[in-house]
């Protein structure tokens, strides 16, 4: 707080001015547009709070076989959300323990472990892979499908992005992005790009 000059001291225009003279100068005593209260004491302006930066969302794969459990709060007791089909990629916005608080597709926690260690949420980790196989590499929706007609194919030696190995009934499947397209393919027909 600033006390009230007496009077006769302060610059033509009394007081006030010399406040305002104050902060126009940048005076650290005074930062923010003051006022005066009952007794005649200038007083600080309350600020805003300062806003908290928002957390980096890091993006897991749900690989569990039965999907994924999101509930309402943090306590595997409280309400159901939803349940997450098995390779639906989210965005998880907080970790604590085994369990992670979802910002997309649905906000809830879900589990990334089991109590026993089985694993439902693995995190995702995007690689560029190139396509080795002289037909290409047919990208299927599903990889569970794998004889289901391709979404799109992607010629040899173009480079994909992959992430988040899957045991397909033909073996190892890589979900990729393509074209804008996310589809799964075998991975016997990508190589990592160094």
């Excluded at 076989?65 to 965005?91: F, I, N, W």
């Excluded at 608080?101 to 190139?130: D, F, H, Q």
């Excluded at 009934?169 to 979900?175: A, E, F, I, N, S």
Aim: aromatic share 4%; charged share 20%; with cysteine.
């Amino acid at each position: 707080q600033i006390p009230r000059p007496r009077k006769g001291r302060a610059p033509h225009g009394g007081w006030r001015q010399a406040a305002g003279s104050l902060l126009a100068m940048g005076n650290n005593i005074c930062t923010t547009a003051a006022e005066e209260d009952e007794r005649g004491v200038v007083k600080e302006a309350p600020t805003d709070p300062p806003t908290a930066a928002k957390p980096a969302l890091t993006e897991y794969l749900i690989v569990g076989e039965s999907g994924a459990t999101v509930r309402e709060g943090e306590d595997l007791t409280s309400e159901l959300v939803s349940t997450l089909d098995r390779h639906t990629v989210v965005q998880v916005a907080e970790l604590n323990g085994r369990r992670a608080r979802l910002a997309t597709p649905v906000s809830g926690w879900c589990s990334l472990t089991t109590a026993n260690g089985y694993v439902i949420l693995t995190p995702l980790e995007r690689k560029k892979m190139r396509v080795t196989a002289s037909g290409g590499a047919p990208l299927r929706s599903s990889p569970e499908a794998p004889d289901s007609a391709a979404v799109v194919v992607a010629p040899q030696g173009s480079v994909v992005e992959g992430w988040g190995s899957i045991e397909g009934p033909t073996g190892l499947q890589v979900r990729v992005v393509f074209d804008g397209v996310v589809s799964f393919t075998a991975a016997r027909m990508l190589e990592e790009v160094a």
